[in-house]
């Protein structure tokens, strides 16, 4: 028995919304059971799942590797507190 | 837009409406310290986006932490990240008028360079296959046309919201998403070779097994 291409195409086309999690996309409680369940029965779309997640981590760690010197950010946070206490006017 | 960090100008709100108003000069600082201190790190990072350089990133953020302390009395609490990030946005517009308009890149993926002082993994062997992973992921990254590029590292590096890259890149959040799914696609187009072997689980046709 094969898995509907629809759910293919959709499970396609939300996978990424359902990662992100973000508000300005969030799929309902509905449309994430139905790419869940999916995802448990299509090697295809599971595949796909597991790649993108793996690219997703590296580009974490690619911005976790390329984080802001903390002399810099230091330097702002004065700038900040003295703007805050009046020093710097 | 190089700057030395002892030639940095004086800080200073400038004229403040609020001048002789402790209540309101009190109200300010407090509004500052929730809203916008919490932020310098990401108000850094977003800059460095749009300049492509940290030296002009960080000028940009101080200017932007002078704007923001004098518009905190307008703000209106909602989505402060997304207020901040439009400040900063405003501001690198408004310091490129001032100079020359140099295209925005990223200096890391211009001079790429080894992966070291990853974030630590289980095994040795996973931090090994990590490294050689994330090396083609930066390469395929720096292969990106700059407009998707652009998102993918607002998004995914950097952690804001599409609604908050939307406010940095002066675009509407659809094509934040359309954008940001068509470089997820290419990106993985060119991590293909480094896709896992066919799971032995499954039937040809992609049926669990």
């Known amino acids: 028995m094969s898995v509907p291409m629809l759910d293919c195409w959709l499970s396609a086309r939300r996978l990424d919304r359902y990662l992100d999690r973000d508000d300005s996309a969030r799929l309902t409680d509905g449309q994430a059971r139905r790419l869940e369940h999916h995802l448990s029965v299509c090697a295809r779309c599971a595949s796909s799942a597991e790649d993108r997640m793996r690219v997703r981590a590296a580009l974490h760690r690619l911005g976790a590797r390329h984080r802001p010197d903390p002399a810099a950010v230091a330097r702002l946070e004065d700038v900040a507190a003295r703007l805050r206490t009046g020093e710097g006017a | ?209």
């Open chain 2, 1 to 209: 837009m190089s700057v030395d960090q002892s030639t940095r100008h004086a800080v200073g709100p400038g004229p403040d409406p609020a001048a002789g108003d402790p209540d309101a000069s009190t109200g300010r600082a407090e509004l500052f310290g929730t809203y916008v201190e919490p932020e310098i790190e990401a108000m850094l990072r977003v800059a460095h986006r749009l300049t492509g350089s940290w030296n002009d990133a960080e000028d940009v953020v101080q200017d932007s932490l002078v704007r923001a302390y004098r518009a905190i009395d307008r703000f209106d609490g909602r989505h402060p990240r997304a207020w901040l990030f439009t400040i900063v946005r405003n501001t690198h517009l408004n310091s490129l008028r001032r100079t020359r308009p140099v295209p925005a890149e990223d200096e890391w993926l211009e001079r790429r360079t080894p992966a070291f002082g990853a974030d630590r993994a289980p095994s040795a062997e996973e931090v090994y296959a990590d490294r050689h992973f994330d090396a083609d992921v930066e390469a395929a990254l720096a292969a990106l046309d700059p407009r998707f590029r652009r998102v993918v590292l607002l998004v995914d590096l950097d952690h804001l919201t599409y609604a908050e890259a939307a406010e940095v890149l002066g675009v509407p959040v659809g094509t934040v998403m359309s954008r940001l799914s068509r470089a997820r696609s290419r990106l993985r187009e060119q991590l293909a070779h480094r896709r896992p072997g066919p799971d032995p689980t499954t039937d040809p046709k992609g049926k669990r097994r």
